[in-house]
């Protein structure tokens, strides 16, 4: 089995006496895109800042690359991360350019030009190389910032809401740059509140409140706090099938109109569809009932004493 | 090589930032103006020469027993000695201008919130401090520079003659560069220290008050015969300067940790 690129093994972070971040495990592949969800003050940064070796753990331990991330090692270990931090933190009178090759120059890279050069052709800044960054839009600058992120090539990138205040074109642009950085088989954990977002580009979702609430896909999630429904639209008023489909053996049928609702695994769907045509009804469509991501976040933060597994990633 | 590179954004940033120079270009002009117009304008204006002023005969014997000021004829002799008296002001310039820059530096990562993406690189405390510091001092020098070399040019166009040979002597040499960057080394490491709890460039610039004031102290310390600069009282400044820069050096570097830079800078 491949080391992962990313581990965190029962990290714990105390503030005095508040618990920033407590026992959170978790695991994050080489091309795999880990979105963290919490609430503001859930932990996230703090997570992110122990990943990257810039604050350390009051217990528990990251590894990068198998590597343990220790106070001697993590100058080393930091040239494998890329960290874009939640404000692009740019420098206003300096050129694109200039921002990028200082960071290449601090990473040591041996050919600095050419990494940033590679750095603006991919991310198409090309053309505002020569502009100082205090000239950029919003957009603009976290698309520097994502540049500046990656210039010295890691193979692991912490994002910590990198669309955040974006209007939805540049949001988009960032969105595609990171689903970018998946196929170059980077390993990236974003951290973001915009649940679409983590829908559109991440493969597992981590959510946090200090500790680790669930780790997996969002499938995987959806089915373990929400029985999986079927929703049939009839062409005409609902009520009358719910008798028949009850009678056929279908469980938890509810009505809405001309919609019926059932649990999806009560009985197989095409017997469903069957029992519904030979009673004369109309059918208009048929699709599992999927509760959005927004509905297991937050079913997942108000029932937070349960505790859900996936193959990759555990809590207490 | 990361200090260097941290450096060359350093020194690009105050490039594009020339207001910075603002305050010690002022303080140069005035530590410059004040001797030519006391040793040399006001006495040509009134037509009376220094040397016949009773005020400054301790002036005359001091400059009599020394073999380099011997040679100088009396009015000359006050020149010099009004000159060297004033060289002290010029160690106001590299003060004053490594304090707005090094309080700009710090606090200007603080304001734009680029501290957290450089702490990720994997520059140690020492390299960026070291950049900060250099940033600061490194222009501040070459200000210094410059300042003493109009200084000894004014002398040697507007002074008698003698004047300017005496001001490339150890005394203002000292003054100037002994004193002057070490005090500037204790500015900016105050700024820097000071900069970490506050978020206004301006705030950490009034806490040099406390590095500036002893010199114009200096100066009037003189002016009342409390002590002249000798080589041994430079010196001795030289010392105490020291030991309080390694005092602030190591606050800064506690104050730098990147933890306490992550969790508590606000």
Same mark, same amino acid.
């Given at each position: 089995?491949?080391?992962?690129? /990313? +581990?965190?093994?029962?990290? +714990? ?12 495990? %978790? #695991? ?5 895109? =880990? ?41 080393? =270990?930091?040239?494998?991360?890329? %960290?874009?931090?939640?404000?692009? &933190? ?32 991919? %991310? ?11 000239? /950029? ?21 912490? /994002? ?31 951290? +973001? ?47 009358? %099938? ?11 049928? #509810? ?6 609702? /059932? ?12 029992? =519904? ?21 937050? +079913? ?12 990759? &990633?555990?809590?207490? | ?20 120079? !603002?305050?010690?270009? *002022?303080?140069? @002009? ?95 405390? !020492? ?9 600061? $001092? ?7 520079? *410059?300042? !003493? ?41 105050? @700024? ?14 009034? $806490? ?11 100066? *009037? ?5 409390? !002590? ?9 400044? @030289? ?13 800064? *570097? @506690?104050? $730098? ?10």
């Amino acid at each position: 089995m491949a080391t992962p690129a /990313l +581990t965190a093994e029962h990290l +714990t972070r105390h503030f005095a006496s508040r618990v920033a971040v407590s026992d959170a495990s %978790f #695991e994050l592949a080489a091309g795999e895109i =880990l979105a963290l969800l919490g609430p503001n003050g859930a932990g996230k940064t703090t997570t992110l800042r122990m990943l990257a070796g810039l604050i350390a753990p009051t217990s528990g331990s990251v590894q990068i690359e198998g590597d343990p991330m220790t106070p001697r090692a993590a100058p080393r =270990l930091r040239t494998r991360i890329g %960290f874009l931090t939640e404000a692009p &933190g740019l420098w206003d009178n300096l050129t694109v350019r200039e921002n990028l090759s200082v960071y290449a120059r601090l990473y040591g890279l041996r050919e600095p030009d050419r990494a940033v050069n590679d750095a603006l052709a991919l %991310f198409e800044l090309g053309e505002r190389s020569e502009d100082r960054t205090a000239r /950029l839009s919003k957009g603009l600058k976290q698309r520097v910032a994502l540049a500046r992120a990656i210039v010295h090539q890691p193979r692991i990138v912490l /994002l910590d809401e990198p669309t955040s205040g974006l209007d939805p074109e540049s949001a988009r642009g960032v969105r595609e740059l990171i689903v970018g950085m998946r196929r170059q088989g980077r390993a990236v954990l974003l951290c +973001t509140h915009n649940l679409d977002e983590v829908e559109r580009v991440a493969d597992r979702v981590a959510v946090l409140r200090s500790r680790l609430v669930a780790v997996g896909t969002a499938g995987e999630l959806r089915q373990r706090l929400f029985a999986p429904r079927l929703r049939i639209r009839l062409s005409t008023a609902a009520d009358q %099938f719910a008798a028949v489909l009850r009678s056929s053996g279908a469980q938890d049928v #509810e009505v809405n109109g001309t919609s019926l609702s /059932l649990a999806a695994e009560s009985r197989p769907t095409p017997h469903i569809v069957r029992t =519904l045509v030979e009673a004369g009804a109309g059918i208009e469509s048929v699709e599992r009932d999927e509760p959005s991501l927004e509905e297991v976040y937050i +079913t997942l933060l108000r029932s937070e004493g349960g505790t859900v597994r996936s193959s990759r &990633g555990a809590s207490q | 090589m990361r200090m260097l590179a941290l450096l060359r954004k350093e020194l690009i940033d105050e490039r594009q930032n020339p207001a910075l120079f !603002f305050p010690a270009l *002022i303080v140069g @002009a005035v530590a410059i103006l004040l001797p030519v117009i006391v040793a040399i304008i006001i006495p040509y204006a009134t037509g009376e020469r220094l040397s016949d002023s009773s005020d400054f005969q301790a002036a005359l014997e001091l400059y009599r027993d020394q073999p380099r000021t011997r040679g100088l004829d009396p009015e000359a002799a006050v020149q010099a000695y009004l000159f060297q008296f004033f060289a002290v002001m010029l160690v106001l310039i590299p003060v004053t201008s490594s304090m707005a820059l090094a309080a700009h530096s710090v606090v200007g990562e603080k304001q734009a919130r680029s501290l957290e993406p450089l702490l990720v690189t994997p520059i140690t405390t !020492f390299e960026l401090l070291g950049a900060k510091v250099l940033g600061a $001092f490194i222009p501040s020098l070459a200000l210094t520079v *410059i300042s !003493f070399l109009v200084y000894v040019s004014v002398t040697l166009v507007f002074a008698h003659e003698g004047v300017a040979s005496v001001l490339v002597g150890p005394r203002s040499l000292g003054t100037v560069f002994v004193i002057g960057p070490l005090a500037a080394l204790a500015a900016l490491q105050m @700024a820097v220290c000071v900069s970490s709890r506050v978020n206004d460039a301006r705030t950490a610039q009034q $806490f040099g008050v406390l590095v500036i004031l002893p010199i114009p102290g200096i100066l *009037i310390a003189q002016l009342a015969g409390a !002590f002249t600069l000798t080589a041994p009282v430079i010196a001795g400044i @030289a010392l105490g300067l020291i030991v309080i820069n390694a005092g602030l050096m190591r606050i800064a *570097i @506690a104050l $730098f940790d990147r933890e306490t830079i992550l969790t508590r800078w606000k």
